[in-house]
């Protein structure tokens, strides 16, 4: 079966340090990854895309995220996080059916 | 340019009754997305049209749930009669073409609770 899978349902951090939000996804989807962004009482917005090439991809708002074929995963990470990153992060996959399939989400908590 | 919009943003209405939520994506998007969210079930994806014809509809939970998108511009999606377990955020998203490798855009949402 098609899936990914958030390691984290929630992550604490304080403002200014470092996060990673993990991710893994199922040798069967189709290895087109992505990371989208919820703030609170919003629909979600991409943040960045693997499709190919590189394997580090940079994305919006100072995030990246690394393809990593050989552990099949796809973490985001930032070096400094602000209050305003305080969201809900979804990673998900594309499959060769043209269906976007979504982990459960990580919620990203910033505290000052 | 206007994104995905959706109505109603909120709606609130008796169990049994039934509710039409509405989508108008991205002109000249070709694929339409209908996700329901939860606590419980996280994001699911209900349907999926591509060329305003339903390409899957496995995810849709049972027969009170139907889709319909008459045209490039528009859908719906209808429940029918509503239950309280209904109550979750529904988002329409539509893409260029499909989802693999495409960027999906989203609307605000709808805020469905059933009492």
């Known amino acids: 079966a098609q899936s990914v899978t958030q390691l984290d349902s929630q992550v604490p951090v304080f403002e200014e340090a470092p996060v990673e939000l993990r991710c893994n996804y199922s040798?069967?989807?189709?290895?087109?990854l992505f990371w989208y962004v919820q703030y609170p009482n919003q629909g979600l917005q991409l943040l960045l895309k693997?499709?190919?090439?590189?394997?580090l991809v940079k994305g919006i708002n100072g995030f990246e995220a690394e393809f990593n074929k050989s552990q099949t995963s796809f973490h985001l990470r930032k070096p400094s996080v602000h209050i305003s990153d305080t969201a809900e992060y979804f990673c998900?996959?594309?499959?060769?059916?043209?269906?976007?399939?979504f982990g459960q989400g990580t919620t990203l908590q910033v505290k000052p | 340019d206007a994104g995905v919009i959706q109505s109603p943003r909120h709606e609130v209405t008796e169990m049994g009754q039934e509710v039409t939520l509405r989508c108008k994506p991205i002109?000249?998007?070709?694929?339409l997305f209908w996700y329901r969210q939860t606590m419980m079930r996280g994001l699911e994806l209900l349907i999926y049209?591509?060329?305003?014809?339903?390409?899957?509809d496995s995810g849709m939970p049972e027969d009170r749930f139907s889709a319909k998108m008459p045209n490039a511009s528009f859908s719906t999606l209808k429940i029918q009669p509503s239950e309280p377990r209904d109550s979750a955020v529904y988002f329409c998203?539509?893409?260029?073409?499909?989802?693999?490798?495409?960027?999906?855009?989203f609307g605000e949402g709808s805020w469905l609770t059933v009492v």
């Open positions: 998900a996959g594309s499959s060769n059916t043209g269906k976007l399939i």
């Open positions: 693997y499709l190919s090439g590189s394997t």
């Open positions: 049209f591509n060329n305003n014809v339903p390409i899957d």
């Open positions: 998203a539509s893409s260029p073409a499909g989802a693999t490798g495409n960027t999906i855009y």
């Open positions: 040798s069967s989807v189709s290895v087109y």
């Open positions: 002109s000249g998007h070709n694929s």
